[in-house]
């Protein structure tokens, strides 16, 4: 008996360490990828896989492919979720997608790598693959109708019919996409969809205006099942995220900085939930607003830097250089805000006396940032003087040449005959202007008032007529 119950211990101990063992083992598998492939007609070659990030793509991992056409990608750690694709001699052979499953076989022909496809062990690719087959055929019954409809000499008969012919085939492939979605949400096909779908706009409600319920139900529902935290978005074959991030921004709200701020701050908090969405979105509205489309939007920029940068939020990712640029450029831009006082500039003109711009009494001052050798400035210069001698407005011109030479500055004054304020930028008795105005590229041109406060900035000289009589007439 005593034998017995030594040997049942032993037993259960040596199960006991059979089970830690295969436990072991799954934690292994999970945490690192195993992508197998064999394709026909391939042998002896490198080949790449690559992946998408945002715009771009960058690549992941190298093998090589023996003379059977085998090849794996193997290492001990996870790939980021998201789509894929295989290199090779630099040129892109076919998607795939990286879900949970890292695991799995993959064998194709060169004949036709997506046809002759066939998956073992892993849902995200069978799914990919059967959307890749369902749209080939789609595309292929699309190409006559399109042919008709773009016919100039099809009848009109011919055109309404191949139109109700291609609106059912987007129906499919819309139906087909929604079962996919519905069925597997976390598939990466399905949020590939979900990058691609627009929002279906209902008909108006009887009593509503039309277009403010199609603007406020498009907004409103603009993110519906787009996750912004979800990192596979920004990892698809299309650059969707962003495009949506754009689309939202300049298309649904007034262009101004009360109107967007709010809405940015909104965009990140929603990206806020992943480390790699977060430095993303924050990362890209910074690159939009740092030199923004529209005059009055740079005050966004800085608000994305206080927020955002000087507050340690991107301390993560960004390191002490971005962040000394970016602080940089905001203080620059702190300085020739809109509705700002304009800071004095006291430089030396072709005389080599001092001027002050804070000492020009006339009711609108125009500064005038220009290189002498800027082509564009050879353009601009000629309407700026035009405007300057026809104008009936009271209007003196600040002239800041950025170019040290006195002599090109003096030539450039006889050339074009300018009887302004001219004045060399580098010497001056107020610091570099570069510090104080947001005029890093010539030509560039301010608006000021009485008061030297900046009314625009960043305006052709061939607007600046018609924007000081709509000006004037908003003040009375």
Not at 15 to 30: E, G, H, K, M, Y
Not at 112 to 138: C, Q
Not at 277 to 293: A, E
Not at 372 to 391: A, Q
Request: proline letters at 3%; glycine letters at 4%; hydrophobic letters at 35%.
């Amino acid at each position: 008996m005593k034998s017995r119950i030594v040997f049942l211990t032993i037993s259960r101990l040596t199960l006991l360490c059979f089970v830690v063992i295969l436990n072991t083992a799954s934690l292994r598998a999970q945490d690192q990828y195993n992508l197998k492939f064999k394709i026909e007609g391939l042998k002896d070659t490198t080949v790449y896989l690559g992946y998408y990030y945002g715009e771009s793509t960058y690549l992941q991992d190298t093998t090589r492919i023996n003379d059977r056409g085998e090849f794996a990608f193997t290492k001990s750690t996870k790939l980021t979720e998201g789509m894929y694709f295989l290199v090779l001699n630099n040129t892109k052979i076919f998607d795939i997608a990286i879900g949970k499953d890292q695991d799995f076989t993959i064998e194709t022909s060169t004949s036709d790598y997506i046809r002759a496809m066939k998956i073992s062990g892993d849902i995200d690719n069978e799914l990919f693959h059967k959307s890749l087959l369902f749209n080939g055929e789609r595309y292929m019954k699309a190409q006559p109708l399109l042919a008709v409809l773009n016919d100039s000499t099809a009848s009109t008969n011919e055109k309404n019919n191949a139109q109700k012919s291609f609106d059912l085939l987007n129906k499919e492939v819309r139906n087909y996409q929604k079962k996919v979605i519905e069925e597997n949400p976390d598939a990466i096909v399905s949020k590939l969809f979900i990058g691609q779908n627009r929002v279906e706009v209902p008909n108006t409600p009887n009593g509503e205006s039309d277009s403010r319920f199609k603007l406020n139900y498009y907004k409103k529902h603009f993110w519906d099942n787009f996750n912004l935290s979800d990192e596979v978005m920004i990892r698809l074959p299309e650059p969707f995220y962003f495009r949506k991030m754009e689309e939202y921004l300049d298309n649904l709200f007034v262009q101004s900085s009360d109107s967007l701020t709010p809405i940015i701050d909104y965009l990140v908090e929603k990206s806020s939930h992943n480390q790699e969405t977060y430095k993303y979105m924050v990362w890209n509205l910074t690159l939009k607003y740092q030199n923004p489309k529209f005059m009055g939007l740079d005050q966004i920029f800085i608000h994305i830097y206080d927020k955002y940068f000087e507050t340690g939020e991107m301390d993560y990712w960004a390191n002490e250089t971005l962040k000394k640029n970016l602080k940089e450029r905001a203080d620059q831009l702190r300085k020739s805000l809109i509705g700002n006082i304009a800071p004095n500039m006291i430089m030396l003109d072709s005389k080599l006396a001092p001027k002050s711009m804070h000492d020009i009494k006339n009711k609108y001052t125009v500064l005038y940032f220009y290189d002498p050798d800027c082509s564009h400035c050879k353009e601009e210069t000629p309407r700026l003087n035009e405007f300057y001698k026809k104008t009936k407005f009271d209007v003196e011109v600040f002239a800041v040449c950025s170019d040290t030479s006195m002599v090109k500055m003096n030539n450039y004054i006889e050339e074009n005959n300018l009887t302004w304020i001219s004045v060399n930028g580098p010497r001056t008795y107020t610091g570099a202007y570069q510090e104080s105005y947001d005029a890093n590229t010539t030509p560039t041109i301010f608006l000021l008032d009485e008061n030297k406060r900046i009314i625009t900035k960043k305006l052709e000289a061939a607007k600046l007529e018609d924007f000081i009589r709509n000006y004037e007439k908003s003040q009375n």
